[in-house]
């Protein structure tokens, strides 16, 4: 079965910094566009960051530029999430996703990161 798996989510103080990995079982991410998106308590899920398969250009959401960064690793066919600086308002479910043009888009089950003192 092809899917993603979330892991490095946890519990952090405020100011804290974590690192989220998203690997993929069954397949390999060279071609795929992967995306990082959170659903805090209560609210809907939302978009963080997002890196290209071709030339591994990053997008982030405006309010996460500066403390969150995402790369990839080809060779270990893993996409990383970066988070610095974390605040309480980080706290939240994270997720990838894997995607290409006219394929079908993986999802993992998630990772939780907890931003508590």
């Known amino acids: 079965q092809l899917q993603l798996v979330e892991s490095g989510g946890g519990v952090v103080q405020p100011g804290g910094s974590l690192r989220l990995s998203c690997a993929p079982s069954?397949?390999?991410?060279?071609?795929?566009?992967i995306g990082w998106f959170r659903q805090a308590p209560g609210k809907e899920r939302e978009g963080v960051s997002c890196?290209?398969?071709?030339?591994?250009?990053?997008y982030y959401a405006d309010s996460l530029k500066g403390r969150f960064t995402i790369s990839r690793d080809n060779a270990k066919n893993t996409v990383y999430l970066q988070m610095n600086d974390l605040k309480p308002e980080d706290t939240a479910v994270y997720y990838c996703?894997?995607?290409?043009?006219?394929?079908?888009?993986?999802w993992g089950t998630g990772t939780l990161v907890t931003v508590d003192s």
């Open positions: 069954g397949f390999t991410l060279d071609y795929y566009a």
């Open positions: 890196i290209s398969s071709s030339d591994g250009s990053a």
């Open positions: 996703n894997a995607r290409r043009p006219g394929g079908p888009v993986y």
